[in-house]
């Protein structure tokens, strides 16, 4: 069975930015009633605890079924963060300077030792505050790793995630909007099972 999550998350928020930024993204959802304003133990975040579905829950899901779960709310998370969808790995990793993607895995899905080198340590370097710089084995350039994309949205790496647990699905409407409340900045969405 396991907890489904949904993270949207900002890749332009900057440190600074980032807790103002979700700040005003959960007065929103409040004062929207999509989740209510007290904090409960409802998220495997953290420590626990995070906002709950509100009356209005529906007006951000597909299915306007709530899941009866304890694990079922919001949480938010500031701060450099290397977001994972959960479980599996990508099957390939885009440059950001050449868009050449690098094939990750081979055909029976088992990691391929070389395609992942270049890639070794950088998220732990990242989220401790370092460039994470990797050379991209295609155009031999160097760039941040939060500047990569990853198949399947399996990783992001941001300031600012928007984390909701056994939610139903998100609406397209309702991620355009959040997207639109951070200033039009670019979100990417993990969806991911524990």
Request: proline residues 6%; charged residues 25%.
């Amino acid at each position: 069975m396991g907890d489904h999550f949904q993270t949207i998350v900002d890749l332009d928020a900057t440190e600074r930015d980032a807790e103002r930024l979700g700040a005003g993204i959960l007065d929103w959802l409040i004062a929207d009633g999509i989740v209510a304003a007290e904090r409960t133990d409802c998220v495997l975040d953290g420590d626990g605890h995070g906002n709950p579905p509100g009356p209005y829950y529906a007006r951000a899901v597909h299915d306007p079924e709530p899941v009866d779960l304890w694990s079922n709310g919001l949480y938010i998370t500031t701060g450099r963060t290397v977001f994972d969808s959960g479980q599996g790995e990508p099957q390939a990793a885009t440059c950001p300077l050449c868009a050449t993607g690098i094939r990750l895995v081979d055909d029976t899905w088992s990691p391929v030792d070389d395609a992942w080198e270049p890639f070794a340590g950088r998220f732990a370097d990242w989220e401790k505050g370092g460039e994470g710089t990797v050379e991209c084995p295609s155009c031999h350039r160097p760039s941040g790793i939060d500047r990569w994309s990853w198949e399947d949205d399996c990783f992001a790496c941001g300031q600012l995630g928007l984390t909701f647990w056994n939610w139903a699905e998100l609406t397209h409407d309702f991620e355009q909007e959040v997207r639109r409340r951070l200033g039009g900045h670019r979100t990417v969405t993990l969806r991911g099972k524990l």
